[in-house]
């Protein structure tokens, strides 16, 4: 008898032991089962629901209604959001992080390392950002002469993690150029995608690419202002040709209608800027054959980046609390003070009429045809502030053209959408991530940047640690200043 009871107390004490550990580790994840209540919700695909009442189960939503008409469990967390808004986190498809110093803006390979590349992805979580696409990463590639560059594996490593606080990181890759005309900008990234010059190198710069699983594979056709020679016609055609053999996707960086047209037959799927640029205009032979791969099923869904970054934006924005969060002022004197000391209102209204007339001339006419537009901010070069310069890429689309709501689904649903990524809409299934605002966007596009909170796969960022986090690095870097 006494065995037995010695062998039920222990049945017993491990029962307790492994009930223990399951509510501590419910205790480590907060919000497993939350309803998030009277919030203005902007869904991401053009509706608004008013007091509005949505599930978030782990890492999903699971139901999205009104307040008071959506029927939760019992004993459910809930969150009161009278008074604020909701919209989806945004998705950027063309960055190139990773190499930027975060104190004083200077770039170097030797910065390239796994605790800096979060770093920046954090920074894009508290922008309100959900995921990247990194562009030109540096990642380890054949050299084309029988040798391998030896770069390491940090931006394949990154990929496959799930980091708290942190936007998802996908990889395009090096991408492939003409020597010296790919990424430009900086030394440090100008030798990073593959240098071909053959057809036989750019179809063996495609199957060494493949290998990492890219998103996308990048080609630059640009002689950068006829500074260097770029990809001709049989050299991009074989990448093209070549990529889509693994059925992998091709995105452009490219200037001149003619280069356009042949890319856009031979099957490219995104432009890194707007497909068309330079002084040239769409005509109607590229658009009616957008219309055409549309009609014919033909890689249907295409997008490019407007890239009209921080062109319409007021000198007072620059001094906006947001970016001063992330960035020190001295930093942004340095990379844009002469800029800010030549703004006149002349030219600021100057550059939002050439905003107005490059939308409805060439982005909002492609838009039309049936591309989308999605964001694309090239971040993480120098001057381009990692999340802010997505932000002010959205906020411009509106002198572009596009009203709020446009802009937002453009930010959000859509971007997510030709990123191949579970995000951008808050619709059940979707991946809760969303950003809690202060006041409406829709009423003024800057009121985006008014947030009070950020969710990413369920889970609340704490902003004010991560803030404090770079400020202490601010101030301790008296050398920067």
């Not at 630059?220 to 001709?232: A, F, H, I, Q, S």
Request: proline share 5%; with cysteine.
């Amino acid at each position: 008898m006494c065995r037995i009871k010695n062998a039920w107390f222990r049945y017993i004490s491990v029962a307790c032991l492994l009930l223990a550990a399951a509510l501590r580790l419910m205790s480590q994840t907060p919000g497993t089962v939350t309803l998030f209540e009277g919030a203005r919700l902007i869904t991401g695909d053009g509706a608004v629901i008013e007091n509005s009442a949505f599930l978030v189960e782990g890492t999903q939503f699971t139901r999205v209604g009104r307040h008071g008409e959506l029927r939760a469990p019992n004993g459910v967390a809930r969150v009161d959001l009278t008074g604020k808004t909701v919209m989806p986190a945004k998705v950027d498809l063309h960055g190139h992080i990773g190499f930027q110093h975060d104190v004083d803006g200077t770039m170097a390979k030797e910065y390239y390392t796994r605790d800096n590349l979060i770093d920046h992805l954090q920074r894009l979580a508290y922008y309100g950002f959900s995921a990247i696409i990194g562009i030109g990463d540096l990642v380890d590639r054949s050299d084309l002469h029988g040798g391998r560059t030896n770069w390491g594996d940090v931006p394949l490593r990154v990929r496959d993690e799930i980091i708290p606080g942190a936007a998802l990181f996908r990889t395009a890759g090096t991408g492939i150029a003409w020597p010296g005309s790919g990424a430009n900008g900086h030394p440090s990234r100008m030798d990073v995608p593959y240098p071909v010059t053959t057809v036989e190198e750019a179809r063996a710069a495609v199957d060494d690419n493949i290998k990492i699983k890219p998103e996308f594979i990048k080609i630059w056709v640009d002689d950068r202002g006829g500074r260097t020679k770029k990809l001709t016609p049989p050299l991009y055609l074989a990448i093209i040709d070549e990529a889509h053999k693994y059925n992998v996707a091709v995105a452009a960086h490219n200037v001149t209608l003619a280069d356009a047209k042949l890319l856009m037959r031979a099957g490219v799927e995104g432009w890194l800027h707007l497909p068309v640029r330079g002084g040239e205009l769409p005509d109607e032979e590229f658009l009616a054959m957008i219309k055409d791969r549309i009609a014919r099923n033909d890689r249907p869904k295409m997008w490019f980046n407007p890239g009209a970054g921080w062109t319409a934006t007021a000198k007072e924005d620059w001094n906006d609390p947001l970016l001063r969060d992330t960035i020190p002022p001295q930093q942004i004197r340095a990379q844009w003070g002469d800029y800010l000391a030549k703004m006149t209102p002349e030219s600021l209204d100057r550059a939002r009429r050439n905003l107005r007339e490059m939308g409805s001339n060439n982005a909002l006419k492609l838009r039309a045809a049936g591309m989308k537009i999605v964001l694309g901010s090239d971040t993480g070069q120098t001057r381009f502030f990692i999340g802010w310069m997505g932000q002010l890429e959205m906020e411009n689309w509106v002198w572009m053209g596009l009203t709020p709501m446009e802009a937002i689904v453009a930010a959000t649903r859509d971007s997510a959408e030709m990123a191949h990524l579970n995000t951008g809409l808050v619709a059940a299934g979707k991946s809760a991530d969303f950003i809690v605002l202060e006041a409406n966007p829709l009423d003024n596009i800057v009121n985006s940047r008014r947030i009070n909170q950020v969710y990413l796969r369920g889970q609340q960022l704490d902003r004010a640690a991560m803030r404090a986090k770079w400020q202490a690095r601010f101030s301790s870097a008296p050398a920067a200043q």
